[in-house]
């Protein structure tokens, strides 16, 4: 079965790090683009990276810019999401999601192949 499942997760003070992985099985990422999203309590998705397929070029939303790094291993089939500087406003669910498509700030989601189940982030002292 074809599935990607995110890991990396947990319970960091303001400031600190961590490094999200979105591990793909049943397939292979080397063709696909690869997004973050994240969904906190009570707020609409929000989409937070994305790497292109070819050209492992990214996409990052302005309220991550500069603090997160998304980048792909394809030899491991695994794309990472390092964050650092996090805000408790970064706390959410954070998903991966793989398909045929190129970053950019809307992508319809009808180009979205494969879930992940997400993974909790909280950013709290």
């Known amino acids: 079965e074809a599935q990607v499942e995110e890991s990396g997760g947990g319970l960091v003070h303001p400031g600190g790090s961590l490094n999200l992985s979105c591990a793909a099985s049943g397939f292979s990422l080397h063709y696909y683009s690869i997004s973050w999203f994240r969904q906190a309590p009570g707020k609409e998705r929000e989409g937070v990276s994305c790497i292109n397929s070819d050209d492992a070029s990214t996409w990052y939303a302005d309220t991550v810019k500069g603090r997160f790094t998304i980048s792909r291993d394809n030899a491991k089939n695994t794309v990472y999401l390092q964050m650092n500087s996090l805000k408790p406003e970064d706390t959410a669910v954070y998903s991966c999601?793989?398909?045929?498509?190129?970053?950019?700030?809307?992508?319809?989601?009808?180009?979205?192949?494969?879930w992940g189940q997400g993974t909790q982030v909280t950013v709290s002292s």
């Open positions: 999601v793989a398909g045929i498509y190129f970053c950019a700030a809307v992508v319809p989601s009808s180009l979205y192949d494969y």
